[in-house]
């Protein structure tokens, strides 16, 4: 089955600074990768997703770029604020909605 | 956008007692929904999909037995937690995807804070 790796557990960043979030899938079957940002106790927000036959996607300060030969996609975050801090994750889908989801990745942003 | 409720946001039960929880699409219908489990600063697991009129299919690993799962009507699944115990104190998420989303994108509940005492 599908396994998601994601790195760092952890990152921190002063306020202003980009943040960079990667992950890595297995299934070269996967065709959409959302990633989520999710504050405690609630549950998961999507903040962007990216589909199989796009390589990179734009909204405002957060970007995904995906390679499908290496199998890794990216979260860039621009211009990153103290309200940016939580837990992201990224996930793979492979069968119409089974998302298999990466560990983790805690960043704080520091003012 | 598409709304996905969960009923309840928590719960507490004693060791040994069976709590259900609630998953249901209010303004879209869902002929599948999911439901994963999220232990405290991890990542939140898959757990089964919900088929709405047959069997749900339950992840490798997870008791189906243990966590029953009906898909009663296009807007409601309930998961079961038979026989709980304190390793089972847990964060329980369903999600549901929207036709209008084409199907990719995934819609989540508020979830449910299981504690089993």
């Known amino acids: 089955g599908e396994n998601v790796e994601q790195h760092p557990s952890t990152l921190s960043v002063q306020e202003g600074d980009s943040a960079v979030i990667k992950c890595t899938y297995s299934?070269?079957?996967?065709?959409?990768f959302p990633w989520y940002k999710q504050e405690l106790g609630k549950r998961p927000q999507l903040i962007i997703d990216i589909r199989s036959n796009v390589g990179e996607k734009k909204d405002q300060r957060i970007a995904v770029t995906l390679n499908k030969t290496a199998k890794h996609f990216s979260l860039h975050i621009t211009e990153t604020q103290p309200e940016d801090s939580a837990v992201y994750f990224c996930?793979?889908?492979?069968?119409?909605?089974?998302?298999?989801f990466g560990q983790g990745t805690e960043l704080s942003v520091k003012p | 956008g598409a709304v996905v409720s969960q009923h309840p946001s928590w719960v507490i039960c004693k060791s040994g007692t069976s709590v259900k929880i609630e998953c249901r699409s209010l303004?879209?219908?869902?002929?599948?929904m999911f439901w994963y489990r999220q232990f405290p600063k991890q990542s939140l697991m898959l757990m089964a999909t919900s088929n709405e009129g047959s069997k749900a299919t339950y992840e490798q690993g997870v008791e189906k037995d243990k966590f029953l799962i009906n898909h009663a009507s296009l807007t409601l699944s309930t998961l079961t937690v038979t026989s709980a115990h304190p390793e089972d104190s847990s964060f329980y998420i369903c999600?549901?995807?929207?036709?209008?989303?084409?199907?990719?994108?995934?819609?989540f509940g508020p979830g449910t804070r299981l504690t089993v005492l």
């Open positions: 303004d879209f219908q869902a002929t599948t």
């Open positions: 996930a793979a889908d492979n069968q119409g909605g089974k998302l298999i």
């Open positions: 299934d070269s079957a996967s065709n959409y």
């Open positions: 999600s549901a995807p929207s036709p209008t989303s084409g199907y990719n994108e995934q819609f």
